[in-house]
C-alpha cells in the first residue's frame, strides 16, 4: 500500500522555501482549483501530502528555529501570505563550501558549525530524517554546495530537485552518480511557474509558428529580493545568464546576441519581480511587428508553484522506479534540463507524464530504506 | 490533372486588398521560407499560384481602373511594399446596399452604376471570369452587400471567404445556400495573422494552462486607416465588437465583461495599429500576476498573411468536395468562425489539415463548370 | 472680520463630489502636508473651512438623502477612503433640462420632480442656503443644465466653479451675466490635478523646451466609471474632445491631427482611469526622439485636489471683489480656459495668485448679502 | 573685434564626438529653427561657427587618421546621418593612464605611443593648435586620463568641458587650478538632451508641484554602444551611478534607494538607448498615481545637443573673464554640476544666462594668448 505522504527536505530556507511551505499549508484547507496549481493530483499525491521532514541553511539567524519561524526571518523577502503552524522540523546548519562573498557577505551571518560541514554529514541527516525529495534553494553561484547537496542526496537514495542554475542535471559525473544508486533526478534552475522565460520562449514559439522572422529580442529582469541582489554581483550571475540563453535556444532563437539577465536590483519591489520583454519580428511584405510586454509577478510564489509540480514528480518518479534525469518532465519545470524542447512540446510531454501516473505505481521509501 | 492555379476575384479593392494582391506578387519570387507564410505548399498550391479574375468596388475612383492601379487609389492606407505590375483586370462597379453613411460617405464617392446592382449581377460576374474563390474584404457595417456577395458566390459555385465581422458563416440561412449549392465557405471575421486577438487569446490560454485564475483584461486597438475611421462610427462598429468578443469566449473567458473593440483612429499610425493589451491573473497563495503589452504591426499585411493561407484553403476544399463551412480550419483562420476553439486547439487542426492535404485530391473548375 | 468658513453647494452628486467631500472631511485631521493638496492656505483658508450648505442632483436614488448618504449611492465610482459623518444638508432636486439618453437612461432614474424645475428654482435654493460657491460636477453633455446652473449661481451672486466641459467660462453671454452681477467665475473643464493633459502639456513642453520639433503623439484614455460610461455615447463626448485639443493647442501643438479623447469604457477599471500617451520627435541630426506612457490615477480624486484649489480662490476672489473669469488661475485648474497658457506658464501665474491672496483682503458672504 | 569662429579640440573620438561633429556641419547650412538645437545663438556664436582644431585619442585605428574618418572607425556606434568633409586635423595619440581594462579591452587596441605620454604633452599639442575649447569624451571609468586632460587645458589657458563622470568639477584641487589659471570650467558628466536623467527629474518636479509625495521609482538603462558594453563593467561603472543618484538627489528626491543605472547592454540597439521610467506617487485621499514610461533615443546625438551649448557657453564665459566652474548653467547641461538645482529652475538660470549673453563681451584667444 502506498505510503500517503510526500517527505521533504529543503536546503536553503529562503523566499522560495517561505513560499513552498506556505502553499503547502493553504492547500490543505483548499478546494480543487487552487490558484496557480496545476493538477490536484499527481502520481495520487496532493499538494497537502507534502510533509516537511528536514531543512538546512548557513545563515546563524536560522539554523535551530522551526522551519516554520526560519521562513520568516530577515532577508527572506517573501510575503506572508498564510500563518505557518509550527511543523517540528528545526533548521539544521549545512555545508558552506563556496563561501559568502560579495553582496551575500553583508546580509548573512553564517553559522559556526557551517564552516566543517561535508556532503557526508548531509547524507546522515537526509536518512535520519527518512525524507523522500531533497529540494535545493541554495542562491545563485553556490555551485560547490549544491553539488555536494546533489551527492548526499544521491547517496542517501533521495531524489533531488535542483531549483538552482548550478550544473547538476548537466553535469554528467552526477547524473552517473544518480543512476547508479537508483535515485530520480530532476534539474536544473526550476522555471518561474510563469516567468519571463516562459512567457518569452512561449511568445516566440508563437510568432515562428506563423512564419514571421524574429529580428531582435531582449529580456530584461529586476527585482527587488536576494536573489537580485546577490545577482548584482556579476561572478555570481554568470550561471544564471547562460541558463537563461538555453531555454531561448531550445526556443529555437539564435541566444548569441539576445540580452537576457537579471538587470538589476530594485529594492523597493521586494519580493515582486518586473520583466520587459520586447520582440521584433518581419512579416509578410517585410512588414515590422513588434511587441513590447511589461511582466510583474511575486517571485517566490511564482517558484512554489514549480516545486508543487517537482516535489510530486520526483515522489512518483521514485515510485515508478525511475532513476536519473526524468527526461520527460525536465524541459517544462527547469530553465536548463539536459535536452531542452520548445515550450509547447515540453508542456505537452510533462502533461503526458502527468496523464499517465495518474495513480502511484509502487510503494517508495525514499531514504528510509537504506 | 490540376488546374496549376488559383483563380480569385476580389470584393472591396481596400487597404487589405492592396497587400494581398502585394504578397502574391512577390511571393512569385521568393524562396521557400517567405516571411509571414506558414506554408509554402498549401493543397499543393504555392501562394505564387492565385491569380487575380475579377475585382469588385463601389468607389468612383477605383471602378474601371486595372486592379494594379486601383489598390494604390486613395484612402487606401496600405503601403507600397512591392511594385504590382498591370493585371489585366479591370474594377467593376459592385452593389451599394447599405449605402455610404457616418464617416465613409467623407471619404468614398460611389459609382452612379452601384445604386442599382444587385447580387444576380455579381453572379454574372464571377461566371464570366471563371473565379474560384471570392474574398470579401468589405468595410465592416456593409451587411447587406457581404450577404449579397455572399450569395451571388454560392449561386456561382465559387468558394467564399467572408473576411469581414458581417455574419454569413454565421448565418443558417446562407451556409445552408452554401451547401445546397454544393460549395465551401470561411469565415466570419478575418483573424489578423498576428494581432490583438491572436495574442490576446494566446497569452490567456498560456495562463489558464498554468492554473492561473484569469482576473481582469482588457485590450484596446487604435490605428490609422480607413477600417479604423469607419469604426469610429459606433453603429458600424457592433458587429466589430461582438465577434472579437466571441474570440476571446472561444479562449474559456466570460467576455460579458471584457473591454475589446476598435478605440479610437490616431490618423498619423496610417496602416499601423496598437494594441494595448493587459491581463491580470491570480496565482499560488492568491499572488497577482499582470501584463501589460503593446503590439504594433502593420495592420493590412497581416491580413493578408491570412488571405494568403485561407484562399489557398478554399480552392482545396473545393478540390477535395467539401461544402458548406470548412470547419476544421475556420477557429484558426477566423475571429467568428460558427463553432470556436481554444488558440492552440485551432492551430492543431488546421496545421492536420493542410497536412493531409499535401497534395491536391481531384481536380476543380470553379464557377466555369456551371 | 473675516468668515472662516466656505459655505459650498454642489451640482451632481457623483463621483467627483464623493471625492472632494470625503477630501474635505480628510483635511480636517490632517497637518500641513497632505498628500495631494498643493496649498495648505490659500487666501487665509485651509480646505478644511469648507463647509457644505446645498446639494442638487437629478437621481431619483439620491434626492432627499444627507449628503454624506448620497455619495455612496451607485453608480458612484468613487472609492471610500474615509468615512463621512452626516453633514445635514439634504440633496434636492435639480432642474433636468438635456433629458437622461444613451448609456447614462440606464442608470439613473429623475426624480419626478426634476422635470418642471428651472434656473430660477436654484437661485432661490442657493439664497436659502447662503452658499458662497457653487460647484458644478454635472456629466459631460448636460450643456442646458450646466448653463441654467451657471445662471442661477450669477443671480444669486454665489462664485461659479465649471468643472465640466460645457461651455460657460466660453460663453461670451455667461461671462458678461458674472460681470455685471458682479460675481466672480471659474472655469471651463476641470483638469485632473495629475491626469493626462496634464501629463501630456507639460512633456510637450520639455521637448519644445529643448528644442526638438514634436511629430506625432497620441493621448488614449480609457476608464470605468459613469463618466466613462458617459463618453461611450459619442454625441456626449463631442465638447471632451475639443477641450482636450484646446489644451494641447495652449501647449502649442497644432492639435487638428492630434488624437485625444475618451477611448473606452472598461468596467473593471471602475474610478481608476489609464492614460496611454506617445509622443515622437526628431532632435539634433534628424534623430527620433520616442516615449511611450501608461499613466494610472484615481479619477475623482484626481479631480478632487483642483476642486480643493478652485474652491478657495473662488471664495477669494470674492473676497478680492474680482468679477467675471479669474484670468490668473484658470489656465491652471481647467483644461479650457478662455485663454490658455503653457503648462508651465499657467503653473507660474496660478503659484504667484495664491502668494499675494496669502491673507483674505475683505469680508465676502457670497448669497447671503442679497 | 571678436574672432567669429571657436576653436574646439576634443579628447576620445567615439561615438559622441562622431555626433558632435556630424552637427557641426549640418548646422551650416540649416535655417534658424535646427531641431535639437535649443538657441541658434550663444554669446553670439552660431553652432557652424565651430571649428576643429585637435583631436586626441588612444586607439590605434584612430590615431593619425583625419578626423572625419576617425568618427567612423569601429567599435563607434553612431550612426552616420550627414557625410563629413575632411577636416585636415589627424588625431594625436593621449595618455593612456588608466589601461584599458575590462570589456574595454577587447574593443581597443592602444597606440604604441599612448603608454609614455603626459599631461605636459596635451599642454603642447593644445597651445600649438591654438584651441580656446576642449571637450572631454572619454569613456566612463578614465579617472585618471580625464583629469590629466583637465589639468593640461587649464595649464593651456583652454576652456574645458568635461563630458565625463569622473570628477573635475567636483575635485576642489582642480577646480582651484582653473581658477587660478583664469579658465572656465564646465562639468561633471554631460546629461543626454532629453535623456533619462532629465525626464526623470522633470517628471518628479510635476509631481512634486502638484503636492503628490513620490514614493517610489526607479530609472532602468539599457544601451548597444560602447558606452553600456563599458559600463557592463561594474567597476567602471560605479561613477555612472553616483552621477545620476546625484541628479535625481537636486529634483528633492531621497535617492539612497531609488535603482538608476546602466542595466545592461542590448547589442542590437547600436546607439539607441532605451529607458524604463517608473514613479509611484501618493495623492489625495493616499490614492496612487503611478505612470511607467518607456524612452527611446539615440545616444550620441543626445550629447552632441549638449555639447553644442557647452562649446558657446565655455567660449562665451571666457569672453567675459569667467573663471572656474561657470556656475549658472552647469546644473542644466551636467548631471552633476558642483551644486545641483531643480529642473525649471536649473533651464531658467541656463536660459537666462544665455539671453544677457547675447554679443560677446570681449575679444578671446583661448591658448594662442600663450
Redesign the interface.
Known amino acids: 500500500m502506498t505510503d500517503r505522504f510526500i517527505r521533504v527536505a529543503l536546503a536553503g530556507i529562503g523566499s522560495c522555501a517561505s513560499?513552498f511551505v506556505?502553499?503547502t499549508v493553504?492547500s490543505r484547507d483548499s478546494g480543487p482549483?487552487?490558484?496557480?496549481?496545476?493538477?490536484e493530483h499527481i502520481g495520487g499525491y496532493r499538494l497537502g501530502d507534502v510533509e516537511f521532514v528536514a531543512a538546512f541553511d548557513v545563515d546563524g539567524n536560522k539554523v535551530g528555529q522551526d522551519l516554520a519561524d526560519a521562513i520568516a526571518v530577515a532577508p527572506t523577502a517573501a510575503?506572508n501570505?498564510?500563518p505557518v503552524p509550527l511543523t517540528g522540523v528545526r533548521v539544521r546548519s549545512g555545508p558552506l563550501l563556496d563561501g559568502l562573498d560579495g553582496n551575500l557577505s553583508e546580509m548573512v551571518h553564517p553559522h559556526p558549525d557551517c564552516a566543517s560541514l561535508t556532503a557526508a554529514d548531509v547524507t546522515a541527516a537526509l536518512r535520519q530524517s527518512r525524507a523522500q525529495v531533497l529540494v535545493c534553494f541554495l542562491p545563485t553561484g553556490s555551485t560547490a554546495a549544491v553539488q555536494a547537496y546533489a551527492r548526499a542526496s544521491a547517496e542517501a537514495g533521495v531524489a533531488f530537485v535542483n531549483a538552482t542554475p548550478e550544473p547538476v542535471a548537466n553535469r554528467a559525473e552526477l547524473v552517473e552518480l544518480f543512476v547508479s544508486r537508483g535515485v530520480p533526478l530532476l534539474g536544473d534552475d526550476l522555471r518561474s511557474?510563469?516567468g519571463a522565460t516562459?512567457?518569452h520562449t512561449?511568445l516566440l514559439e508563437?510568432?515562428q509558428?506563423?512564419?514571421?522572422?524574429v529580428a531582435?529580442t531582449?529580456q530584461?529582469n529586476?527585482g527587488g529580493n536576494m536573489d537580485f541582489y546577490n545577482l548584482a554581483d556579476?561572478t555570481r550571475s554568470r550561471s544564471k545568464q547562460i541558463s537563461k540563453r538555453r531555454a531561448l535556444t531550445s526556443a529555437g532563437i539564435d541566444s548569441d546576441?539576445v540580452?537576457a539577465?537579471p538587470?538589476?536590483?530594485?529594492?523597493?519591489l521586494g519580493d515582486r519581480k518586473v520583466c520587459?520583454l520586447r520582440i521584433e519580428?518581419?512579416?509578410?511584405?517585410?512588414?515590422?511587428?513588434?511587441?513590447?510586454?511589461?511582466?510583474?509577478?511575486?517571485d517566490s510564489?511564482?517558484a512554489?508553484?514549480v516545486v508543487?509540480n517537482a516535489v510530486r514528480i520526483a515522489r512518483t518518479a521514485a515510485d515508478q522506479g525511475l532513476v536519473g534525469v526524468v527526461d520527460p518532465v525536465c524541459p517544462f519545470l527547469f530553465k536548463s534540463p539536459p535536452a531542452g524542447l520548445p515550450e509547447?512540446e515540453a508542456?505537452r510531454r510533462f502533461q503526458h507524464f502527468v496523464e499517465k501516473s495518474a495513480r502511484p505505481a509502487t510503494a517508495y521509501t525514499g531514504a528510509a530504506r537504506s
Not at 33 to 39: D, E, I, L, N
Not at 209 to 213: E, I, K, L, V, Y
Not at 281 to 298: D, F, K, Q, Y
Open positions: 513560499s506556505q502553499a493553504l482549483r487552487m490558484a496557480g496549481v496545476m493538477h510575503l501570505h498564510v511557474h510563469l516562459t512567457l512561449a508563437l510568432l509558428s506563423r512564419g514571421m522572422h531582435n531582449y530584461l529586476v556579476p546576441d540580452a539577465g538587470n538589476g536590483y530594485v529594492k523597493y520587459f519580428a518581419e512579416g509578410i511584405l517585410g512588414t515590422p511587428v513588434s511587441m513590447e510586454i511589461r511582466l510583474e509577478v511575486e510564489p511564482n512554489a508553484s508543487a509547447s508542456l
